[in-house]
Nanobody
Framework: QVQLVQSGGGSVQAGGSLRLSCAASPLAYVFYQMAWFRQTPGKEREGVIALYTHSGGTSFVDPVKGRFTVSRDNAKNTLYLQMNDLKPEDTAMYYC?????????????????WGLGTQVTVST
């Protein structure tokens, strides 16, 4: 079975950095695109940034431009989210997601597989 296991969340001060990991199994499984979403209480889950596996291209929302970077270690089949210059408004539960086909990058229904989420808290 395909499984996504997340790690790397935590609490940091504004301006700090965190790196989230999303390890996929089996190692040889191929995804067409992978993404990070986030959600705060009372709000809908929001697509943050996505990676198109074959092209290496990315899509992202404007608030994280220049601060968040998505990457992948092909050998480990692991997706990473490097978050720099974190702001209090970045506080959320972060989820990784993976799709077997291409689709609208920020739509939840595009992704078949999901991690359980990891909390990121940014204090002032």
């Amino acid at each position: 079975q395909v499984q996504l296991v997340q790690s790397g969340g935590g609490s940091v001060q504004a301006g700090g950095s965190l790196r989230l990991s999303c390890a996929a199994s089996p190692l040889a499984y191929v995804f067409y695109q992978m993404a990070w979403f986030r959600q705060t209480p009372g709000k809908e889950r929001e697509g943050v940034i996505a990676l198109y596996t074959h092209s290496g291209g990315t899509s992202f929302v404007d608030p994280v431009k220049g601060r968040f970077t998505v990457s992948r270690d092909n050998a480990k089949n692991t997706l990473y989210l490097q978050m720099n210059d974190l702001k209090p408004e970045d506080t959320a539960m972060y989820y990784c997601a993976a799709a077997e086909t291409l689709g609208t990058w920020s739509a939840e229904e595009t992704y078949k597989y999901w991690g359980l989420g990891t909390q990121v808290t940014v204090s002032t």
